[in-house]
Nanobody, 120 residues
Framework: QVQLVESGGGLVQAGGSLRLACAAS????????RGWYRQAPGKQRELVAL???????NYANSVEGRFTISRDNAKNTGYLQMNSLRPEDTAVYYC??????????????WGKGTLVTVSS
């Protein structure tokens, strides 16, 4: 069983920064892709950023240039550095990972989410 646990959320003023972390634990063969999604009140969950095992990244237009996704493979941990935060970034942020299993199948995993609140 694989678990993803987020940390680092909280309350910050507009213009401030936060760093989210996502620790993966359990029976992990290989992480193909990991990322962050967010869901604001009354809205659908949306992609924030993705990073592949090869290091390629993809960002939502709304966070490009302000957020940076990274990972530490040795620690099985992913990060989302969020700078120049805006009130519209307020949401629950979910960690995501696509794992490659030993039988070469893929499975998606999600964390339970961490709340980020940006005050104006």
């Amino acid at each position: 069983q694989v678990q993803l646990v987020e940390s680092g959320g909280g309350l910050v003023q507009a213009g401030g920064s936060l760093r989210l972390a996502c620790a993966a634990s359990g029976s992990i063969f290989s992480i193909k892709q990991r990322g962050w999604y967010r869901q604001a009140p009354g809205k659908q969950r949306e992609l924030v950023a993705l990073i592949t095992s090869g290091g390629s990244t993809n960002y939502a237009n709304s966070v490009e240039g302000r957020f940076t996704i990274s990972r530490d493979n040795a620690k099985n941990t992913g990060y989302l550095q969020m700078n120049s935060l805006r009130p519209e970034d307020t949401a629950v942020y979910y960690c995501y990972a696509k794992l490659l299993n030993r039988d070469f199948s893929y499975m998606d995993y999600w964390g339970k989410g961490t709340l980020v609140t940006v005050s104006s």
